[in-house]
């Protein structure tokens, strides 16, 4: 088991923005979370990222319990996140923004940056040429040295997956990936998660176009009003007649 | 003890200044997101335009109200030409600026009256005392006011659809304009009612001291602590933190020595920020 | 947006080259060059522009005379913000860019001290207004060059303490705006009246700028003193006098007439102030160079001369180094005339009032400027011992009742 | 004359030092520090009163900056978590509290009456000579942050801390902790603002604590406002700017004696408030431009 959530619980001032949360998302396995606005599903990643703190219940990641774990701690276990509006490095350019990602860098402690002069340019030779492979493979040499600010949504999006895949994530959270971006890119971005889960990266998405999500994974969850209302594969929760009142409500009727 | 009583109604009422500059400031955060250096500076014009209208009336109502009316106006005025262009950017390009907006409003000021003292030509009065405790009866004629205008901000907030607006906006900006609430009447409002209740503090400020081009922005850092304190963007919150501030320090410092009375404020400050990142009565803000 | 880069480029050049222009432009040998460097801004705000124009109007009044030693008298004027730093660059400005030949008028303690070294450097005379004990000596008294025209803070002390012994006050009590003139005061009070066996029962230093003084107040009336010994400024003065009254207690108070003046009288109202001890460094008031004095302040400042006691300094400084280059004669440099700074306006020689009559009696011997700020007898580090004036606040006006003299 | 000139030029490079500091501070880093004149304070009395006990000035000058170092190192330990407007108040607090301590303690700083008589830099030398061997010393300090903060700014060190100014929340979804390079920023940047204070103290010669109030420090921030945040070149110009500007009225009295003095000091405030307000408004990315590195 990769990821398992355990009754992860949030409110605000009594009201349970997220209440007694649970499920697993199995080693290598593409898994979506769905609901409509308001349901959770964004404190819901932030909980199992230690971006908030949650009132009760538990994260454990490859089959260690999380516990208070800080976000960095969480990142460096191996389980990365990206952000529902993206958070580019916006100065830096593309090449730039991946290659902060990497860990380990000598060159991040300022005495070695001075005075380690060799291991830390060696280093970064070895981090660039990771960084040309993942270039190559999101397809963003064209704006390889565009500070990423200026991208378009949908390569902004782009960028931070290439973090993620930089740092060496396991298992890779993303917040609203298609969101704001064009159906095109969508497609393109689809292949490419696509591909990497085949490479054995697990993935949680969190997503609002239905369509795009159902194509691309096998285990789908429903929140609504902070809970988990339904779970199955896609064919089987869009049947569900709870989900589609809460989640297609007008929509479907 | 008469003497520790004495000195907790001596800090309540310089906690009530505090306490009414830090609202003003914690109203702009709440809203429009940044500390507004000029607050100070807004109290400054306040005292100013109050005691000009108390000297050609002889009405401190009239001064006063005069105050918190130019108050208002050198908000919403200072909202128009600066602060609306800053919107969207960091908070820190609008801290910067009303830290120039301070100097301006310092300068004209400098020019027009000088740098000497002005004061409010107002009859003092001996105390009254109670127990031994001596009650000021100017105290409480200022505490009333503050208290007055405190329950006023809040009637506002909390019962009318501005003020409700206005709330809507400080929890979450973007909701807001989704659903709808024009920023642009709620930023006017608030601006006017911040400026307004800064006026107030100088009026007030102006009142139990001297007037001159420096005053507010002299308060500006027991102001912001208090506002931080207080859980900046939170109204209660600001009030509050600033009687505690005033009552603390002025009941303190015989202990501690008088010089560090504003390094007290600091280090209060500095302990609750440790224990409470967000201010006493702050709330998470969480990763949206 | 270039436009903008381009602009402020060319401003930036304007100004260096402006320095050059001026430099070239005032260089008159034949002149004697003055330079006024007074708190036009900050805190000693109040008395600087007075200041400065008396140095202008007296430079003025030497040159009708026709000049001392055959040499016109021109003034540089600068604000020195009454902070060290602006008055290091433009005390710079003066030595360097209007090549100066002494600098008179600074206020702050801190700005003379932080002045002195460049003065000294430049074998020039420094003449200030402040209060601070190291003017007096070596490393910021170094050649001799410093003169100063106002009572140290000790001496203000013992005035203070001089007119509590009169006043018959027991309990003393201070109370001092924590800066080195406030609490200069307040210590120099507390030996002088420690050495006449006296005993201080409190002495507070507060900071300045607080809404409120009652904390201070009320530690201090705790002694129950029969007497507040103040070393402070006006807007604290007045803060604290109101919520001392509001207090009920009926304790007097003494202190420096910079504090205790109309102004503060004015805003307390006359019940409150009833009373108030105001203690001044003495503008030599009867004297014919004070009414000189006080006719140019009148002119230039429409109010009377008594209300700038520092004015009648700066008055003072230019006629006493014009007479002393006059003393020395045609060809001598800065420091033989700072010598001859103790000659004229000390004690044995005729006594003198204005620069006119200076200038002739010179002809046939030795004089003694009598000055409009005070006597002015340099002792040897240059300082001056002026009598002090006290005034008491009665019915809404503050006004003399005694003078008091200090022995040297 | 040309003293004068070599007088300013030396504040200026004094306030360069300061200026590059906080430029690595906030300009690179984000890190909202309004506390510069209380590292600036730390730095000129460590020198002052070192000196006084006949300390020399090759050692005191990096224990000036080992001191705001070590004053940087705590503070940021405690407060460097908090939100960035907290962390301002915070720092802005701190400066005001050395301030008072420098105030209070006379037993160690001399209080209020200040120490006088700090001795000059080349005191062997003396006139224009001492004075280019002064700005030619600082000229050498500027150029070593220089070379520092290149250094620093292409290194992955450099890279991260822009990330963090860019977005930390993203920093730390990447697994790395942003608070442990903001510190170090906080005590490099101090390190420089304390060897600026033992410049000061030893230029000036006499230091009170009235000198180190946060008014030094919002002038740094006008000049790296003025100047362009993020880039180098933008603290040495924005520091020759804010010199202008506040040496520059002089000048404008000697060619405009019809401007009354108080006035004009009125009128000088309000033009640099003006210029702050005009630049964060249409051209927040000072006069030479938007974070371009390198």
């Given at each position: 088991m990769s990821l398992a959530i355990q009754g992860l619980t949030k409110a605000y001032g009594g009201l349970h923005v997220v209440s007694d949360v649970r499920f697993e998302v199995p080693k290598g396995a593409l898994v979506g979370v769905i609901g409509p606005n308001g349901a959770g599903k964004s404190t819901l990643f932030s909980l199992i990222t230690g971006f908030l703190a949650a009132d009760a219940g538990d994260v454990a990641f490859e089959g260690r319990s999380l516990g208070r774990a800080s976000p960095m701690e969480r990142a460096r276990s191996g389980m990365?996140?990206?952000?529902?509006?993206?958070?580019?490095?916006?100065?830096?350019?593309?090449?730039?923004?991946?290659?902060?990602?990497?860990?380990?860098?000598?060159?991040?402690?300022?005495?070695?940056?001075?005075?380690?002069?060799?291991?830390?340019?060696?280093?970064?030779?070895?981090?660039?040429?990771?960084?040309?492979?993942?270039?190559?493979?999101?397809?963003?040499?064209?704006?390889?040295?565009?500070?990423?600010?200026?991208?378009?949504?949908?390569?902004?999006?782009?960028?931070?997956?290439?973090?993620?895949?930089?740092?060496?994530?396991?298992?890779?959270?993303?917040?609203?990936?298609?969101?704001?971006?064009?159906?095109?890119?969508?497609?393109?971005?689809?292949?490419?998660?696509?591909?990497?889960?085949?490479?054995?990266?697990?993935?949680?998405?969190?997503?609002?176009?239905?369509?795009?999500?159902?194509?691309?994974?096998?285990?789908?969850?429903?929140?609504?009003?902070?809970?988990?209302?339904?779970?199955?594969?896609?064919?089987?929760?869009?049947?569900?007649?709870?989900?589609?009142?809460?989640?297609?409500?007008?929509?479907?009727? | 003890m008469s003497g520790f009583l004495e000195l907790a109604i001596s800090g309540l009422m310089s906690g009530l200044v505090i306490g009414l500059a830090a609202l003003a400031l914690t109203l702009v955060f709440g809203v429009a997101r940044f500390a507004n250096a000029a607050t100070g500076d807004f109290m400054t014009i306040g005292a100013y335009a109050a005691v000009f209208g108390f000297t050609a009336t002889g009405s401190i109502v009239i001064g006063g109200l005069l105050g918190l009316f130019i108050g208002a106006v050198s908000g919403v005025i200072s909202y128009f030409l600066v602060f609306r262009v800053l919107e969207g950017r960091p908070s820190v390009s609008a801290l910067l600026a009303s830290i120039g907006v301070g100097f301006i409003i310092r300068s004209v000021l400098g020019v027009i009256y000088g740098h000497g003292q002005q004061v409010f030509q107002l009859p003092l009065v001996r105390p009254w005392r109670y127990f031994d405790v001596r009650i000021q009866p100017n105290d409480l004629k200022i505490g009333a006011t503050a208290l007055l205008a405190l329950l006023v901000v809040f009637l506002v907030l909390h019962a009318t659809p501005i003020g409700r607006r206005m709330r809507a906006v400080a929890d979450d900006p973007m909701l807001a304009r989704v659903s709808g609430i024009a920023p642009r009447k709620v930023m006017f409002a608030l601006w006017a009612m911040s400026g307004a209740v800064a006026a107030l503090a100088g009026v007030l400020l102006g009142i139990r001291t001297v007037i001159w081009p420096e005053m507010g922005w002299e308060m500006l850092i027991p102001v912001f602590a208090a506002a931080v304190l207080g859980g900046i963007g939170h109204p209660v919150g600001a009030v509050l933190a600033g009687v505690i501030l005033g009552v603390v320090q002025e009941i303190a410092t015989p202990y501690v020595g008088f010089t560090y009375k504003l390094a007290l404020a600091f280090i209060i400050l500095l302990v609750v920020l440790l224990v409470r990142p967000k201010g006493l009565f702050g709330r998470v803000e969480g990763v949206r | 947006?270039?436009?903008?880069?381009?602009?402020?480029?060319?401003?930036?050049?304007?100004?260096?080259?402006?320095?050059?222009?001026?430099?070239?432009?005032?260089?008159?040998?034949?002149?004697?060059?003055?330079?006024?460097?007074?708190?036009?801004?900050?805190?000693?705000?109040?008395?600087?522009?007075?200041?400065?124009?008396?140095?202008?109007?007296?430079?003025?009044?030497?040159?009708?005379?026709?000049?001392?030693?055959?040499?016109?008298?021109?003034?540089?004027?600068?604000?020195?913000?009454?902070?060290?730093?602006?008055?290091?660059?433009?005390?710079?400005?003066?030595?360097?860019?209007?090549?100066?030949?002494?600098?008179?008028?600074?206020?702050?303690?801190?700005?003379?001290?932080?002045?002195?070294?460049?003065?000294?450097?430049?074998?020039?005379?420094?003449?200030?207004?402040?209060?601070?004990?190291?003017?007096?000596?070596?490393?910021?008294?170094?050649?001799?060059?410093?003169?100063?025209?106002?009572?140290?803070?000790?001496?203000?002390?013992?005035?203070?303490?001089?007119?509590?012994?009169?006043?018959?006050?027991?309990?003393?009590?201070?109370?001092?705006?924590?800066?080195?003139?406030?609490?200069?005061?307040?210590?120099?009070?507390?030996?002088?009246?420690?050495?006449?066996?006296?005993?201080?029962?409190?002495?507070?230093?507060?900071?300045?700028?607080?809404?409120?003084?009652?904390?201070?107040?009320?530690?201090?009336?705790?002694?129950?003193?029969?007497?507040?010994?103040?070393?402070?400024?006006?807007?604290?003065?007045?803060?604290?006098?109101?919520?001392?009254?509001?207090?009920?207690?009926?304790t007097k108070f003494i202190m420096p007439a910079w504090a205790g003046n109309p102004d503060l009288v004015k805003a307390l109202g006359p019940e409150v102030s009833e009373g108030i001890i105001a203690v001044d460094s003495i503008s030599n008031e009867g004297s014919e160079a004070f009414k000189a004095y006080d006719a140019a302040y009148q002119k230039a400042m429409g109010q009377s001369g008594l209300n700038n006691v520092y004015a009648a300094m700066t008055w003072d400084m230019v006629i006493v180094l014009a007479l002393a280059m006059e003393a020395a004669g045609p060809n001598a440099d800065v420091p033989a005339i700072a010598k001859k700074m103790f000659e004229v306006a000390g004690p044995g020689g005729k006594p003198v009032a204005t620069f006119a009559e200076g200038k002739e009696a010179l002809k046939s011997g030795k004089i003694d400027y009598q000055g409009a700020s005070s006597v002015l007898d340099f002792d040897k580090f240059g300082d001056v011992t002026p009598d002090f004036s006290v005034s008491v606040a009665e019915k809404g006006k503050i006004e003399r009742k005694y003078v008091v003299k200090l022995s040297a | 004359m040309d003293a004068y000139l070599i007088a300013i030029a030396i504040i200026t490079a004094i306030y360069v030092l300061m200026a590059l500091g906080l430029n690595l501070q906030y300009g690179l880093t984000g890190l909202v520090n309004f506390g510069v004149v209380g590292f600036f304070c730390v730095g000129a009395y460590t020198t002052a009163i070192l000196s006084q006990k006949g300390v020399p000035q090759y050692i005191t000058f990096p224990l000036a900056a080992l001191l705001a170092m070590a004053f940087a190192w705590p503070l940021g330990l405690v407060s460097i978590r908090l939100r960035e407007d907290?962390?301002?108040?915070?720092?802005?607090?701190?400066?005001?509290?050395?301030?008072?301590?420098?105030?209070?303690?006379?037993?160690?700083?001399?209080?209020?009456?200040?120490?006088?008589?700090?001795?000059?830099?080349?005191?062997?030398?003396?006139?224009?000579?001492?004075?280019?061997?002064?700005?030619?010393?600082?000229?050498?300090?500027?150029?070593?942050?220089?070379?520092?903060?290149?250094?620093?700014?292409?290194?992955?060190?450099?890279?991260?801390?822009?990330?963090?100014?860019?977005?930390?929340?993203?920093?730390?979804?990447?697994?790395?902790?942003?608070?442990?390079?903001?510190?170090?920023?906080?005590?490099?940047?101090?390190?420089l603002t304390g060897l600026a204070g033992a410049a000061y103290a030893h230029y000036i010669g006499f230091i009170s604590p009235e000198q180190f109030i946060p008014l030094i420090t919002f002038q740094i921030w006008m000049a790296i406002i003025m100047g362009g945040v993020g880039r180098i070149s933008g603290a040495l110009v924005g520091a020759i700017i804010l010199m202008v500007f506040l040496e520059g009225s002089r000048f404008l009295r000697d060619v405009m004696p019809f401007i009354s003095e108080v006035a004009m000091a009125s009128v000088r405030l309000g033009v640099v408030g003006l210029a702050l307000v005009l630049f964060t408004m249409y051209r927040p990315q000072g006069l030479m431009g938007d974070f371009t590195r390198k």
């Open positions: 990365v996140r990206t952000f529902q509006v993206p958070r580019e490095f916006s100065h830096l350019t593309v090449r730039e923004n991946l290659m902060a990602a990497a860990p380990g860098q000598a060159g991040e402690r300022l005495i070695d940056a001075f005075f380690r002069f060799g291991t830390v340019k060696a280093q970064e030779k070895e981090i660039a040429a990771k960084v040309e492979e993942t270039i190559a493979f999101l397809r963003l040499a064209k704006v390889a040295d565009v500070p990423a600010g200026r991208l378009s949504g949908g390569q902004k999006k782009l960028v931070e997956l290439g973090r993620a895949l930089m740092t060496g994530a396991r298992m890779i959270l993303l917040d609203e990936p298609f969101a704001g971006v064009n159906p095109v890119l969508i497609e393109e971005l689809s292949v490419r998660i696509r591909e990497l889960n085949e490479r054995g990266i697990g993935f949680l998405i969190i997503e609002h176009d239905l369509p795009a999500l159902n194509k691309l994974v096998s285990t789908l969850h429903v929140m609504d009003r902070g809970e988990l209302i339904a779970s199955g594969t896609p064919a089987e929760v869009l049947a569900n007649p709870r989900v589609r009142d809460a989640y297609l409500g007008g929509a479907a009727a | - | 947006m270039n436009i903008t880069r381009r602009q402020t480029l060319a401003g930036l050049a304007s100004t260096m080259l402006l320095p050059a222009l001026s430099g070239t432009a005032f260089a008159q040998a034949a002149n004697f060059r003055i330079g006024a460097l007074n708190p036009i801004t900050g805190s000693g705000a109040a008395y600087g522009s007075g200041m400065q124009k008396m140095i202008l109007a007296a430079a003025e009044v030497v040159n009708a005379a026709g000049g001392a030693a055959g040499k016109k008298l021109e003034v540089f004027a600068e604000d020195d913000q009454s902070q060290p730093q602006a008055a290091v660059l433009a005390a710079k400005k003066l030595i360097d860019v209007n090549k100066v030949q002494s600098i008179l008028g600074t206020w702050a303690s801190g700005v003379s001290l932080a002045v002195a070294p460049l003065t000294n450097d430049a074998n020039i005379m420094l003449m200030n207004t402040s209060g601070a004990p190291a003017l007096s000596v070596p490393p910021a008294n170094a050649k001799g060059l410093l003169f100063r025209f106002q009572a140290t803070n000790d001496r203000f002390g013992r005035a203070f303490a001089e007119v509590a012994k009169k006043e018959g006050f027991k309990r003393p009590v201070t109370m001092a705006f924590n800066n080195a003139s406030g609490i200069g005061n307040a210590d120099g009070f507390k030996k002088a009246w420690e050495a006449q066996g006296g005993k201080v029962y409190e002495s507070i230093v507060y900071e300045p700028n607080q809404p409120s003084y009652r904390a201070e107040l009320q530690k201090a009336l705790a002694a129950k003193p029969d007497v507040i010994v103040m070393g402070s400024y006006l807007a604290d003065t007045t803060i604290i006098l109101r919520e001392w009254f509001q207090t009920g207690e009926t | 907290y962390f301002a108040i915070v720092s802005l607090g701190f400066s005001e509290v050395v301030r008072l301590v420098a105030t209070s303690e006379g037993w160690l700083t001399q209080g209020v009456q200040g120490i006088p008589g700090i001795p000059k830099m080349f005191g062997t030398f003396s006139g224009t000579t001492q004075a280019l061997a002064v700005l030619g010393l600082l000229v050498v300090f500027n150029l070593v942050a220089i070379a520092a903060m290149l250094r620093i700014v292409r290194s992955p060190f450099g890279r991260m801390i822009e990330a963090i100014r860019d977005n930390e929340e993203a920093v730390k979804a990447l697994g790395k902790d942003p608070a442990g390079f903001k510190i170090q920023v906080l005590v490099l940047g101090s390190a």
